[in-house]
């Protein structure tokens, strides 16, 4: 079956810096796919290039049968792709409410955009509570939490994760890890960028490790999570 997501031989340079150095991997539709790696590995760059945000030096980015290098990333939003980035961006002004509403931007179907509403309130109970809130009031967890719900409200065929965890507390970090496995078993297709390589390796189908810009090394979440080499390297064991 064709993947949803096929990144091929991908570079990506910041000037004369490559970030990203020739990187091929697959999201099949409904899987969990996750790139872990330490500080600097080219994962939120490459993150970035799928999304249109950054121009790759070479390679291909194919997203639902189509091409998407070249695509601004207005467009490829709209295509399906959503991107909850790093440092998660809510409009800290704005109620929760309008920061879900504008999730919803490319949407014109008032009922659907209601229903989802209601579904991010489901699925994050706290949200509903403070609707009516400035989000900037938010803790980071509950934020990180908005901007979840947020990307939701594109109704992605794909929706990229960059590090949900980030910053957030052990209880607030294990909710937002049983909010992706909820939103696996819905049959979101997801791809997640983590430092937290035991959550997201725990709920993944298949991950990637980073290290300077390069996979070196790919598998089953199940795998990964017991490979000797990661385990040294990632998950803190000696
Ligand atoms: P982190 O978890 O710290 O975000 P990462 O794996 O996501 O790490 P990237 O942020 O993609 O890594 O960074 C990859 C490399 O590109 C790093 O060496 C970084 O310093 C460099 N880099 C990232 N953004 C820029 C930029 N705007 N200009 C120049 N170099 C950059």
Not at 14 to 31: D, L, R
């Amino acid at each position: 079956m064709t993947p949803l997501l096929e990144v091929k031989d991908l570079k990506v340079a910041y000037g004369k810096i490559e970030a990203v150095k020739g990187i091929s991997f697959t999201v099949a539709a409904g899987e969990v796919v996750t790139l872990i790696g330490t500080n600097g590995a080219g994962k939120t760059t490459t993150l970035r290039t799928i999304s249109g945000l950054l121009k790759p030096l070479s390679g291909s980015i194919t997203f639902d049968g189509l091409p998407l290098t070249g695509t601004p990333a207005h467009k490829i939003v709209a295509l399906g792709l959503a991107h909850s980035p790093e440092g998660r961006h809510i409009f800290p002004r704005l109620t929760i409410a309008e920061n879900l509403q504008l999730g919803a931007f490319l949407r014109k179907d008032t009922e659907g955009i209601n229903s989802d509403i209601e579904r991010s309130y489901d699925l994050f109970p706290i949200l509903k509570e403070r609707s009516r809130q400035a989000a900037g009031t938010l803790s980071g967890g509950e934020q990180q939490m908005l901007a979840m719900g947020r990307a939701l409200m594109s109704r992605p065929k794909l929706l990229m994760l960059d590090e949900p965890s980030m910053g957030l507390s052990p209880i607030m970090m294990q909710k937002i890890m049983a909010t992706i496995a909820e939103l696996k078993s819905q049959g979101t297709t997801i791809l997640l960028v983590e430092q937290n390589a035991q959550a997201a390796l725990s709920l993944a189908d298949h991950g990637h490790v980073m290290e300077i810009g390069k996979i070196v090394l790919s598998g089953s979440g199940q795998h990964l999570l017991h490979d000797e080499s990661v385990r040294k390297a990632y998950l803190g064991e000696d």
